[in-house]
């Protein structure tokens, strides 16, 4: 969760707190959904990550499999969508 996290608030470029609200990452980002309303799945933020989806860009060059399976986690379960 902690790495997760970390790159959901500044490791990634761009970060994705700059455009989603996330309240355990403190995000208030005003561009992309608001994750704690929208409580996507992990498969559901993955599949965004690789592949972009409207303004987001695919982030597949630029992160390892790895980080973003830690991303799509932390998103999933800090937005209430982990089941």
């Given at each position: ?43 559901r933020v ?28 932390y998103v ?8």
């Amino acid at each position: 969760m902690a790495l997760g996290k970390k790159l959901f608030t500044q490791s990634a470029v761009p970060a994705c707190a700059v455009c989603h609200t996330l309240k355990d990452a403190g995000s208030t980002g005003e561009v992309g959904p608001v994750l704690d309303e929208l409580k996507p799945d992990a498969s559901r933020v993955a599949k965004a990550l690789r592949d972009g989806l409207g303004q987001m860009p695919s982030y597949k060059t630029m992160l390892t499999e790895d980080q973003i399976a830690a991303l799509s986690l932390y998103v999933a379960k800090a937005s209430g969508g982990a089941k």
